[in-house]
């Protein structure tokens, strides 16, 4: 029987019980992928990301409790909180290789971290699938989708809140998973993010997510620089920042366990 470290954040805010929780699981080598996936449906968080040494810097993978993802932001900045704060790493920036490619996590004096990550471009959706109309309960909303994911402005902030989606019809979507936006009352956006097929109902902090939001709002006000809260039950809230083709998400994590693995 072999034993492996293991911990677990809540990121995108400043105090556990809130934000969006995430394990992580540094690694000198990697397991067979069905064991990664297996960790990952066991700890049953939204993400689990596995962490292991690459040249001079960390490769980094991701897994829901069913699948291995692309990109996740909350596990990223979970895995460098994790670092910072529990195993030592010292230097101002962190670098992580993806299958999404390079992606870096930056230190503040003020225990902030910013991720950089690609931005997605939002495309206009024209054959609108009547999943998103049926799925979110509403008639009417501009459609665009990214790289992962649908994406809906509404017009206001109480209509994302107040959503009570149809997960089954959410789920036949041909993405990743589904995003509700609006303009927000005391941020300047706001959004809720669902993700059946992917294994998570309803996502608390979507770091992928903003990637698509901060690219769309961008295009909407010609602003570069916004504050962004995502209205789940455990609710998170961010900075972001396009630079480009890059997006900037700026938060906080708190350490809530570690322990060990035993396989």
Known sequence: MNSFPIYQADAFTSK???????SVCPLTTWLPEEVLQQIAFENNQPETAFVVPYKEDFQIRWFTPTMEVDLCGHATLAAAHIFYEQLGYRSEMIRFFSKSGWLTVTRAENQQLTLDFPADTPSPVEKVPQA?????????GKVYKGKFDYMVEVETEDIVAKLSPDLAKLSTL???GAIITAKGKTTDFVSRCFFPQSGIDEDPVTGSAHCLLTAYWYQQTGRTQFKAAQLSARRGEMDCEIKGDRVLMTGKARTYLKGEIYI
């Open 132 to 140: 998103i109309w049926d799925g979110f309960g509403i008639s009417s």
């Open 174 to 176: 041909d993405s990743r």
């Open 16 to 22: 556990v019980f809130s934000g969006n929780p995430a």
